[in-house]
């Protein structure tokens, strides 16, 4: 099969490997996929007091087109809001990394990884502001 | 030196130089019809194609008689079952086999399912890829015409005890047919000792050229008479028209000739290289797993589970070296190896097989080179994989509820 340059690009240069605390409240996790269907995706995203995603990490297991479109998700959200990365889709990434049509799903799984992560951090923040007012 | 390193030998080897000397003459000014029995160019085929017989005969301990030449193992293999279940239609319509042998087989089984003049029985291998000969003996019927059990498996390198089985068959006067392909050449191989009726075998998984086959039928005790698949000239005793592949018939011939010369030399060589490439792998990475009986198997093969990485993956990060991935998903069809989860082999550790496969041209300082780029590429697999991270802190991955997709 041939890869694209930019499949290539991020195979070899994966940005944002890494874990961040998953208890951090600022920390939203996602993992999607399962081992037996050939890939697993991990993305966490940290996001500021202004809503803002600071930082994003992946780890994914699964063939070169999964892990460019993993390590191009954290790139894009980046400096996103957590709005503004939901508007992210899978044909987004698709076009970007020039993906076949075999491997669509590894964009697919892309989408669903941020978004298991902004979900994440969202139940986490909402429990948090409960949390806060009870208290206050 | 070449930069690329070719691990894949049970895909296809090389020609043998020596391989491509003999075939030369007929592929330029010997181009003879080795039918033509009216002038000196048919008779000069003839002959090379009688020696070739010989050659092919000698290395499996068979007569020059009993050689059938063919396209190819896939051909051998077609007209073994087929050709039996049509000539043996009157005593029986049973089939036993196994469920890891080679698609050639299996596809040619379930064609004759469908058509209705077959039923085939698809025994289960153990963990390490074995059946046993009691799994056979159970098996048979009163119908049982035909046992197809293949000599070394082609992905995981495990050899069947077919020895037993044959002998087993022998008793029940029922053909035994084995699929050769992947040990004759790597391994002895005799058709008395291994009380073997009909093998197929192919030119190019032994230093000789593709499109060439031999399909071995025993002419005495059982007498084997198998029903044509391809109609015309009734050449080769009537069981394989067409005219004669003399080049390709040559080329096979001086294969056999040379392996038979080589055999201790090139098993000794494929043994040292597999054997020091596994203990390299093994030594230098964790949750390293050999596929298969690594006790009765080939010694060029070794199939290894890297645990945590995915295959595809994998070998785009060893661009220079070749070698075959357990799951398919290198080609369309993204299912993992039918023989890796025949033995159990979860499909997680399927997706993460890697075969390689080593021969007569592999170097020491190629083998070498290999194992350090796989080492790297696995490390640096494994820290960006959240399964070797979630393995590390302890967590036992089949307890987590994952969303399959």
Partial sequence: MAYSDKVIDHYNNPRNVGSLDKEDAHVGTGVVGAPECGDVMKLQIRVNDDGVIEEAKFKTFGCGSAIASSSLATEWVKGKTVDEALSIKNTDIVEELSLPPVKIHCSVLAEDAIRAALDDYRSKSGKDAATEKAEA | ?405
């Fill in chain 2, 1 to 405: 030196m070449s930069k690329l390193i070719y691990l894949d030998n049970n895909a296809t080897t090389p020609l043998d130089p020596r391989v491509l000397e003999a075939m030369m003459p007929y592929l330029t000014h010997e181009y003879g019809n080795a039918a033509s029995r009216s002038h000196q160019f048919g008779w000069a085929a003839e002959e090379a194609v009688a020696q070739a017989r010989e050659h092919v005969a000698a290395l499996i301990g068979a007569s020059s008689k009993e050689i059938i030449f063919t396209s190819g193992a896939t051909e051998s293999d077609n007209i073994a079952i087929k050709g039996a279940v049509e000539m043996l239609a009157h005593k029986g319509r049973h089939v036993i086999t196994v469920k890891t042998e080679h698609k050639a087989i299996l596809d040619t089984c379930k064609y004759l399912e469908t058509k209705g003049l077959a039923d085939v029985t698809y025994l289960d291998v153990a963990p390490n890829g074995l059946i046993t000969v009691d799994q056979v003996r159970d098996a048979i019927r009163d119908d049982t015409i035909i046992i197809s059990v293949m000599h070394a498996n082609n992905e995981i390198g495990v050899l069947q005890p077919i020895k037993e089985i044959g002998a087993l068959a022998r008793e029940k006067n029922i053909w035994f047919h084995t699929d050769a392909t992947q040990s004759i050449g790597k391994i002895p191989f005799d058709v008395d000792d291994l009380n073997v009726d009909i093998a197929s075998l192919s030119g190019h998984k032994l230093y000789g050229p593709k499109g060439v086959g031999v399909l071995y039928a025993r002419r005495r005790k059982p007498r084997i008479r198998l029903a044509p698949v391809l109609h015309g000239g009734g050449h080769e005793r009537g069981m394989r028209s067409g005219t004669l592949n003399v080049p390709g018939i040559v080329g096979i011939g001086e294969a056999c000739r040379l392996a038979k010369l080589d055999l201790a030399k090139d098993m000794a060589h494929a043994k040292e290289l597999r054997d020091a490439f596994e203990k390299r792998m093994v030594e230098a990475l964790d949750h390293v797993e050999i596929n298969g009986s690594a006790e009765h198997r080939l010694p060029n093969t070794t199939n290894l589970s890297f645990s945590c990485v995915e295959g595809e993956s994998l070998i785009m990060g060893i661009p220079d070296i070749a070698v075959s991935s357990g799951s398919a998903c290198t080609s369309a069809s993204l299912e993992p190896s039918y023989v890796l989860r025949a033995l159990g082999v979860g499909d997680e550790h399927a997706h993460s097989s890697i075969r390689f496969s080593f021969g007569r041209f592999t170097t020491k300082e190629e083998t070498e080179r290999a194992a350090e780029q796989l080492i790297s590429t696995v490390t640096r697999l494994r820290e960006m994989s959240p399964l070797y991270e979630m393995v590390k802190e302890g967590i036992d991955l089949s307890t987590i509820n994952w969303t399959a997709h």
